[in-house]
């Protein structure tokens, strides 16, 4: 599959936006604790993060996009380690996003920009 920057930074923004619905899905269904207000607060802050890159994501992929792989790899592990806490053994799912993504953003940061496909 042929990845643009387009696709991947709405990519970035859909991520953002399915977790702050789970976060708001998975309030009502469960007793409230401290760990439980900490973990949905990380989810809370990584979703917010994803759209904010996704809404700058041409901007990083120019000009940083070792922010974009860093952001990639510390939020996966975060969800790794928090998904654990939690019983969700999805981890492998986790590392093979992951892969995905720092690839593409790698890729695609090192094609030249010939065309501005920002529209």
């Known amino acids: 599959m042929k990845e643009t920057?387009?696709?991947l930074k709405i990519y970035f923004v859909v991520v953002g936006i399915l977790g702050l619905l789970s976060v708001?899905?998975?309030?009502p269904e469960s007793t409230f604790s401290v760990e439980l207000i900490f973990i949905e607060g990380i989810y809370v802050v990584m979703s917010v993060m994803f759209i904010f890159y996704?809404?700058?994501?041409?901007?990083?992929?120019?000009?940083s996009p070792k922010t974009l792989i860093n952001f990639v790899f510390i939020s996966l592990g975060l969800r790794t380690i928090?998904?654990?806490?939690?019983?969700?053994?999805?981890?492998?799912?986790l590392i093979l996003l992951?892969?995905?993504?720092?690839?593409?953003v790698k890729k695609l940061s090192t094609q030249p920009s010939v065309v501005d496909d920002r529209k």
């Open 98 to 104: 992951g892969w995905y993504l720092v690839h593409n």
């Open 54 to 63: 996704g809404v700058k994501f041409y901007d990083y992929l120019q000009r």
């Open 82 to 93: 928090l998904g654990l806490l939690s019983s969700q053994w999805a981890s492998l799912a």
């Open 24 to 27: 708001i899905i998975s309030i």
């Open 5 to 7: 920057k387009k696709s």
